[in-house]
Nanobody, 116 residues
Framework: QVRLVESGGGLVQAGGSLRLSCVASFSINTMGWYRRPPGKQRELVAQISRRGSTNYADSAKGRFTISRDNAKNTVYLQLNSLTPEDTAVYYC?????????????WGQGTQVTVSS
């Protein structure tokens, strides 16, 4: 059982930045970030493989950067140029395969609130 612990959420003004971190209890291939905006379904933000291959949602391209430190089993999400539409609970997720599914490993979520 892989345990994921997120940190770094909070309240920020529009245009500001935040950095989310997620530590996994074991080394795992694919790590990523999803988010659930208020009243909406959970959606992919970005994911990264152990080798560093990345995949971003269109809404994240150019503003958010995912990275990882394999030695620390940690994935990061740098959030820049935040807008109120980025307000959501952000979830860290991980999978041994190349695709993260609902049956894989998920963190408890961290709230990001962007004020206008």
């Amino acid at each position: 059982q892989v345990r994921l612990v997120e940190s770094g959420g909070g309240l920020v003004q529009a245009g500001g930045s935040l950095r989310l971190s997620c530590v996994a209890s074991f080394s795992i291939n694919t790590m990523g970030w999803y988010r659930r905006p208020p009243g909406k379904q959970r959606e992919l933000v970005a994911q990264i493989s152990r080798r560093g291959s990345t995949n971003y949602a269109d809404s994240a391209k150019g503003r958010f950067t995912i990275s990882r430190d394999n030695a620390k089993n940690t994935v990061y999400l740098q959030l820049n140029s935040l807008t109120p539409e980025d307000t959501a609970v952000y979830y860290c997720a991980a999978a041994y395969g190349t695709v993260i599914s609902v049956t894989d490993y998920w963190g408890q979520g961290t709230q990001v609130t962007v004020s206008s």
